[in-house]
């Protein structure tokens, strides 16, 4: 067994808000040995992980799930008509994943009418790699320049508006990995190499 289930059945723990005797509760394996298992002294057993990966809700492959690498020319941006931006995803959607980040392209001259609010569950960080964004959060606008980072609830109405006759390129980091995956599926024509 891998060194990291350990460090992924605590981080799972903590982030669910579980005590080592919650987990023993519903797992019926002692506070002792999972103790030892998330400090990575023991090595679960497949009927010990079993027990382990429902009770945290999640299934087996979570624990074995190896890291993912997207290369810079594997990502096949999407644009967004309606919103007139450009997005990249940087991460691959699981469900089980808990962050997800993209750059996103505001293209010049988006202009208040051609972007529609949007909200969803969880917290958002927006850090701006080039141009003038104005980034609109429950109807108040904030100016935000190069080396700009903005962190808000994501349940705020935002958008992103470029009134600048120049690209807007922006880091987005959310707890929503598959929003951008609804969106994609939804709204977005997949640009093509022509």
Not at 39 to 57: M, V
Not at 62 to 85: A, D, G, K, Q, T
Not at 94 to 108: C, E, K, T, W
Not at 128 to 134: D, I, Y
């Amino acid at each position: 067994m891998s060194t990291i289930i350990g460090r992924k059945i605590k981080q799972l723990r903590l982030i669910q808000k579980k005590k080592l005797k919650d987990l023993s509760n519903s797992t019926g394996l002692s506070i002792s040995y999972l103790s030892k298992l998330e400090r990575e002294n023991y090595t679960a057993s497949p009927d010990a992980l079993e027990k382990i990966a429902a009770a945290l809700d999640v299934s087996m492959d979570y624990f074995y799930e190896e890291p993912s690498i997207i290369r810079s020319y594997e990502r096949r941006p999407s644009f967004l008509s309606e919103e007139m931006v450009v997005v990249e995803q940087l991460t691959e959607s699981h469900y089980n994943r808990v962050l997800g980040a993209s750059i996103i392209s505001v293209l010049p001259d988006n202009t208040e009418n051609s972007c529609a609010p949007h909200s969803h569950p969880g917290e958002e960080i927006v850090y701006v790699l080039e141009g003038v964004l104005t980034a609109k959060l429950n109807e108040i606008e904030y100016t935000l320049y190069p080396g700009d980072c903005l962190h808000f609830p994501a349940e705020h109405s935002h958008k992103w508006l470029n009134r600048t006759n120049q690209m807007v390129r922006i880091l987005n980091i959310n707890n929503t990995p598959d929003i951008w995956q609804s969106y994609n599926q939804n709204e977005a024509i997949i640009l093509e190499d022509e």
